[in-house]
Protein backbone atom coordinates (compact mmCIF):
# COMPACT_ATOMS: atom_id res chain seq x y z
CA UNK A 1 0.00 0.00 0.00
CA UNK A 2 1.59 3.71 -0.34
CA UNK A 3 -0.23 6.73 0.09
CA UNK A 4 1.64 9.20 -2.39
CA UNK A 5 0.02 12.21 -1.16
CA UNK A 6 2.02 11.74 2.17
CA UNK A 7 4.84 14.12 2.78
CA UNK A 8 8.29 13.01 5.18
CA UNK A 9 6.80 13.86 8.65
CA UNK A 10 7.42 13.23 12.46
CA UNK A 11 5.51 9.56 13.21
CA UNK A 12 6.07 8.38 9.29
CA UNK A 13 8.03 5.43 8.17
CA UNK A 14 9.68 6.57 5.37
CA UNK A 15 11.33 4.02 3.13
CA UNK A 16 14.50 5.91 1.62
CA UNK A 17 17.49 5.36 -0.80
CA UNK A 18 20.75 6.32 -0.05
CA UNK A 19 23.92 6.95 -1.00
CA UNK A 20 26.49 8.90 0.76
CA UNK A 21 29.59 10.34 -0.57
CA UNK A 22 32.48 12.02 0.63
CA UNK A 23 32.46 15.90 -0.75
CA UNK A 24 35.60 14.51 -3.58
CA UNK A 25 32.84 12.51 -5.02
CA UNK A 26 34.24 8.75 -3.55
CA UNK A 27 31.39 7.19 -2.50
CA UNK A 28 31.13 4.95 1.07
CA UNK A 29 28.97 2.20 -0.16
CA UNK A 30 30.55 -0.41 -2.67
CA UNK A 31 27.76 -2.23 -3.05
CA UNK A 32 26.29 1.18 -4.79
CA UNK A 33 22.49 2.86 -3.34
CA UNK A 34 21.44 1.00 0.36
CA UNK A 35 17.88 1.16 1.15
CA UNK A 36 16.53 1.76 4.94
CA UNK A 37 13.25 1.76 6.43
CA UNK A 38 13.04 4.29 9.64
CA UNK A 39 10.63 6.21 11.64
CA UNK A 40 11.41 9.69 11.18
CA UNK A 41 11.75 12.04 14.15
CA UNK A 42 13.33 9.44 16.42
CA UNK A 43 16.83 10.23 15.39
CA UNK A 44 17.65 7.35 13.92
CA UNK A 45 19.16 8.98 10.93
CA UNK A 46 22.26 11.33 10.77
CA UNK A 47 20.85 14.98 12.30
CA UNK A 48 21.27 16.79 9.32
CA UNK A 49 19.56 14.26 6.92
CA UNK A 50 16.46 13.51 8.99
CA UNK A 51 16.22 17.88 8.59
CA UNK A 52 16.50 17.84 4.93
CA UNK A 53 13.98 14.97 4.24
CA UNK A 54 10.81 17.18 6.25
CA UNK A 55 8.38 17.61 3.56
CA UNK A 56 9.77 14.94 0.83
CA UNK A 57 6.91 13.01 -1.02
CA UNK A 58 7.34 9.01 -2.52
CA UNK A 59 9.48 9.45 -5.36
CA UNK A 60 11.09 12.68 -4.51
CA UNK A 61 15.02 13.06 -5.37
CA UNK A 62 17.07 15.10 -4.31
CA UNK A 63 21.23 15.87 -3.29
CA UNK A 64 21.93 16.85 0.43
CA UNK A 65 24.90 18.64 1.56
CA UNK A 66 26.10 18.04 5.29
CA UNK A 67 28.21 19.88 7.38
CA UNK A 68 30.40 17.82 9.89
CA UNK A 69 28.25 19.17 12.79
CA UNK A 70 25.44 17.77 10.58
CA UNK A 71 26.55 14.48 10.55
CA UNK A 72 29.81 12.43 12.35
CA UNK A 73 30.89 15.91 13.88
CA UNK A 74 33.89 18.26 13.72
CA UNK A 75 37.32 16.01 14.29
CA UNK A 76 38.44 16.55 18.31
CA UNK A 77 42.13 16.49 18.55
CA UNK A 78 42.30 15.75 22.34
CA UNK A 79 39.50 12.85 21.78
CA UNK A 80 41.97 10.01 22.64
CA UNK A 81 42.32 7.71 25.46
CA UNK A 82 44.88 5.39 26.59
CA UNK A 83 43.50 2.13 28.08
CA UNK A 84 45.28 -0.52 29.68
CA UNK A 85 46.16 -4.24 27.75
CA UNK A 86 44.48 -5.92 30.75
CA UNK A 87 41.30 -4.07 30.67
CA UNK A 88 40.66 -6.12 27.09
CA UNK A 89 39.63 -9.39 26.77
CA UNK A 90 42.38 -12.17 25.81
CA UNK A 91 40.44 -14.01 23.28
CA UNK A 92 39.57 -11.04 21.22
CA UNK A 93 41.94 -9.72 18.91
CA UNK A 94 42.28 -6.49 18.42
CA UNK A 95 43.93 -4.60 15.68
CA UNK A 96 44.27 -0.85 14.27
CA UNK A 97 41.31 0.38 13.38
CA UNK A 98 38.71 -1.93 15.06
CA UNK A 99 35.19 -0.43 16.22
CA UNK A 100 34.58 -1.70 19.85
CA UNK A 101 32.06 -0.73 21.96
CA UNK A 102 32.66 0.72 25.61
CA UNK A 103 30.00 0.79 28.35
CA UNK A 104 30.61 3.12 31.18
CA UNK A 105 29.30 2.02 34.10
CA UNK A 106 28.74 4.75 35.94
CA UNK A 107 26.99 7.19 32.90
CA UNK A 108 25.29 3.77 32.14
CA UNK A 109 25.73 4.57 28.79
CA UNK A 110 27.94 3.32 25.28
CA UNK A 111 30.58 4.55 23.38
CA UNK A 112 32.14 4.18 20.38
CA UNK A 113 35.40 3.72 20.39
CA UNK A 114 38.36 3.10 17.44
CA UNK A 115 41.89 1.44 17.97
CA UNK A 116 44.28 4.12 16.67
CA UNK A 117 47.45 2.65 18.06
CA UNK A 118 48.46 -0.38 20.34
CA UNK A 119 51.58 -0.56 22.12
CA UNK A 120 53.35 -1.76 25.04
CA UNK A 121 51.46 0.80 27.35
CA UNK A 122 48.39 -0.44 26.70
CA UNK A 123 45.83 0.56 23.46
CA UNK A 124 45.27 4.38 22.34
CA UNK A 125 41.57 4.73 21.66
CA UNK A 126 40.42 7.32 19.23
CA UNK A 127 36.58 8.51 20.09
CA UNK A 128 36.32 10.89 16.69
CA UNK A 129 33.78 8.99 14.62
CA UNK A 130 35.88 7.61 11.01
CA UNK A 131 34.09 9.96 8.99
CA UNK A 132 34.01 13.15 11.82
CA UNK A 133 35.67 16.04 10.21
CA UNK A 134 33.85 15.15 6.90
CA UNK A 135 31.42 17.00 4.81
CA UNK A 136 28.99 14.09 2.91
CA UNK A 137 27.11 14.46 0.02
CA UNK A 138 24.00 12.45 0.22
CA UNK A 139 21.88 11.31 -2.36
CA UNK A 140 18.53 10.39 -1.45
CA UNK A 141 15.22 9.22 -3.18
CA UNK A 142 12.14 8.54 -0.99
CA UNK A 143 10.30 5.46 -1.97
CA UNK A 144 7.12 5.69 0.15
CA UNK A 145 5.95 6.98 3.19
CA UNK A 146 3.46 5.69 5.28
CA UNK A 147 1.72 6.53 9.07
CA UNK A 148 3.39 4.71 11.67
CA UNK A 149 1.11 2.42 13.43
CA UNK A 150 -0.28 3.17 17.13
CA UNK A 151 2.55 0.26 18.25
CA UNK A 152 5.56 1.69 16.14
CA UNK A 153 4.99 4.98 17.78
CA UNK A 154 4.85 3.59 21.33
CA UNK A 155 7.94 1.68 20.17
CA UNK A 156 10.11 4.03 18.62
CA UNK A 157 10.60 2.08 16.07
CA UNK A 158 9.53 0.68 12.63
CA UNK A 159 8.36 -3.06 12.36
CA UNK A 160 8.89 -3.99 8.87
CA UNK A 161 11.19 -7.06 8.26
CA UNK A 162 9.43 -9.51 10.54
CA UNK A 163 10.94 -7.00 13.10
CA UNK A 164 7.83 -7.21 15.92
CA UNK A 165 8.66 -6.87 19.42
ZN1 LIG B 1 9.06 -2.78 18.65
Partial sequence: MTFPSLT??????????YEMRLDDGESLSDDGPETVTY???????L???????????AGEEKEILLSPEQAYGEYDPDAFELAPLDEFPDDVE?????ALELHDEEED????????????DGILLDFNHPLAGETLRVQV???DVRPATAEEMDHG????NGHVH
Avoid: F, K, S, W
Wanted: aromatic fraction near 6%.
Fill in 8 to 17: VADGMVVRLR
Fill in 39 to 45: LHGEGEL
Fill in 47 to 57: PGLEEALYGMR
Fill in 94 to 98: LEIGM
Fill in 109 to 120: EVYEAYIAEINE
Fill in 141 to 143: QVL
Fill in 157 to 160: HVHD
